[in-house]
């Protein structure tokens, strides 16, 4: 055996790195068919044992009871689901599907023993609840994962306000994407009845600065009443002044995302003030501007 003394490390360095080992791994069989019926088919499979008398979902190809092979033994369950337990996350990672704050429930399908988790979105997190009855919201752009199942949300009837004023926080943000086609610029025409050829005239638009069609400006500007009205502050928000700069235009077809951000409390008359931003497709700010509101009163 040959020894070393300390001395022979002295011409020896140290190099800081990181070793990146990106892998694959396989759903199984079981896991895969439950995948592809809600990529292809927008169904939630599960599994019964004919022993315990339980349905699992997600599937599994044991029962974690008795044993037995449950493999082939598939139903097909409801869309629908009440939430068992859940927490709210709130701090950012890498790996998350979309941005805090959000909800992450336990899930138990009408016709299943067994919850699964999820997120739910279409309800405050201060008014979330155990109970609250839910639908799955199946994703348009299919990934390949449970993530096909985009969101559960609560089910028709079953109203809750928004944050109220000691609820919200500054920092908090909510956002509503929308691509904008050419029906919709018509439709806004018509509703709104703003029939300028900029718009509508492709002959006429190829005269402009812009060298097409672009949409109305207050059609992506209007997307900001989703988002104020039915995620931050919510259900009851009255909007007492909304204010926009617009930067740049919208084409046919760009995807907007309009986002507002809490930014102000204001104690004394109990509103609050949200900056505004709108983004395309490509991330370029297209628009920026606040918003005064006063939010929904505390429930009970």
Same mark, same amino acid.
């Given at each position: 055996?040959?020894?070393?003394?300390?001395?022979?490390?002295?011409?020896?360095?140290?190099?800081?790195?990181?070793?990146?080992?990106?892998?694959?791994?396989?759903?199984?069989?079981?896991?895969?068919?439950?995948?592809?019926?809600?990529?292809?088919?927008?169904?939630?499979?599960?599994?019964?044992?004919?022993?315990?008398?339980?349905?699992?979902?997600?599937?599994?190809?044991?029962?974690?009871?008795?044993?037995?092979?449950? %493999?082939?033994?598939?139903?097909?369950? %409801?869309?629908?689901?009440?939430?068992?337990?859940?927490?709210?996350?709130?701090? &950012?990672?890498?790996?998350?599907?979309?941005? /805090?704050?959000?909800?992450?429930?336990?899930?138990?399908?009408?016709?299943?023993?067994? /919850?699964?988790?999820?997120?739910?979105?279409? *309800?405050? /997190?201060?008014?979330?609840?155990?109970?609250?009855? *839910?639908?799955?919201?199946?994703?348009?752009?299919?990934?390949?994962?449970?993530?096909?199942?985009?969101?559960?949300?609560?089910?028709?009837?079953?109203?809750?306000?928004?944050?109220?004023?000691?609820?919200?926080?500054?920092?908090?943000?909510?956002?509503?994407?929308?691509?904008?086609?050419?029906?919709?610029?018509?439709?806004? &025409?018509?509703?709104?009845?703003?029939?300028?050829?900029?718009?509508?005239?492709?002959?006429?638009?190829?005269?402009?600065?812009?060298?097409?069609?672009?949409?109305?400006? &207050?059609?992506?500007?209007?997307?900001?009443?989703?988002?104020?009205?039915?995620?931050?502050?919510?259900?009851?928000? *009255?909007?007492?002044?909304?204010?926009?700069?617009?930067?740049?235009?919208?084409?046919?077809?760009?995807? *907007?995302?309009?986002?507002?951000?809490?930014?102000?409390?204001?104690?004394?008359?109990?509103?609050?003030?949200?900056?505004?931003?709108?983004?395309?497709?490509?991330?370029?700010?297209?628009?920026?501007?606040?918003?005064?509101?006063?939010?929904?009163?505390?429930?009970?």
């Amino acid at each position: 055996m040959t020894t070393y003394d300390k001395a022979d490390y002295k011409e020896s360095f140290v190099v800081k790195g990181k070793l990146a080992l990106p892998y694959q791994y396989f759903a199984g069989r079981t896991g895969s068919k439950f995948l592809i019926a809600l990529r292809d088919k927008k169904k939630i499979l599960g599994v019964r044992c004919n022993t315990c008398k339980k349905v699992f979902v997600p599937p599994r190809q044991t029962c974690e009871k008795c044993f037995e092979d449950l %493999s082939e033994k598939w139903v097909e369950l %409801s869309d629908k689901g009440v939430v068992t337990n859940f927490t709210v996350v709130r701090y &950012a990672e890498p790996h998350q599907p979309i941005k /805090p704050p959000y909800i992450l429930a336990m899930i138990k399908l009408d016709g299943a023993d067994t /919850p699964f988790a999820h997120i739910v979105r279409g *309800v405050a /997190p201060s008014k979330m609840k155990e109970g609250l009855k *839910v639908q799955a919201q199946f994703a348009k752009k299919t990934t390949n994962t449970i993530m096909d199942i985009e969101c559960f949300r609560p089910t028709s009837g079953q109203f809750e306000l928004g944050y109220s004023y000691d609820e919200l926080e500054i920092g908090m943000s909510a956002s509503f994407t929308k691509t904008i086609t050419e029906t919709d610029v018509y439709l806004f &025409a018509g509703i709104s009845g703003d029939f300028n050829p900029m718009h509508l005239n492709e002959e006429f638009a190829k005269k402009t600065p812009f060298g097409t069609r672009i949409a109305h400006g &207050a059609l992506p500007q209007s997307l900001i009443a989703s988002v104020l009205g039915m995620k931050l502050p919510g259900l009851g928000t *009255v909007a007492l002044e909304i204010n926009t700069r617009f930067l740049g235009p919208t084409y046919f077809g760009d995807t *907007v995302t309009a986002s507002a951000e809490v930014i102000e409390k204001l104690e004394k008359k109990r509103w609050v003030r949200l900056e505004l931003r709108w983004t395309n497709q490509h991330g370029k700010l297209i628009g920026i501007g606040d918003a005064l509101v006063i939010p929904p009163a505390p429930a009970g």
